[in-house]
Nanobody
Framework: QVELVESGGGLVQPGGSLRLSCAAS????????MAWYRQIPGLQRDLVAA???????HYKDSVKGRFTISRDNANNTVYLQMNSLKPEDTAAYYC????????????WGQGTQVTVSS
């Protein structure tokens, strides 16, 4: 009942910037928090940034000060602004929504690839 579609990934040089977008549809009023994770093939998905319905944010230590998570309620979209990108930021980035209908559940986007290379 909550669907997520990510966009904005691509190839960028070290030190560059990208903005990822995650558009939500369905029962968006049930969403309690949204987050961005990233994953290198063969490894577990790692939390990058999260934002709650109340506006509280959390960041992975290695991206703090470089990445900013924000939301646009009018467009039902959450963003991840990534500045000062490093090669170690290269990964598939996934949007996640926590939501409550009859029970607490999660939805995942399909992922968008970010590659940081010269």
């Amino acid at each position: 009942q909550v669907e997520l579609v990510e966009s904005g990934g691509g190839l960028v040089q070290p030190g560059g910037s990208l903005r990822l977008s995650c558009a939500a549809s369905g029962s968006i009023e049930s969403i309690t928090a949204m987050a961005w994770y990233r994953q290198i093939p063969g490894l577990q998905r790692d939390l990058v940034a999260a934002i709650t319905s109340g506006g509280s944010t959390h960041y992975k230590d290695s991206v703090k000060g470089r990445f900013t998570i924000s939301r646009d309620n009018a467009n039902n979209t959450v963003y991840l602004q990534m500045n000062s990108l490093k090669p170690e930021d290269t990964a598939a980035y996934y949007c996640k929504a926590d939501y409550r209908l009859l029970y607490t559940d999660v939805s995942w986007g399909q992922g968008t690839q970010v590659t940081v290379s010269s």
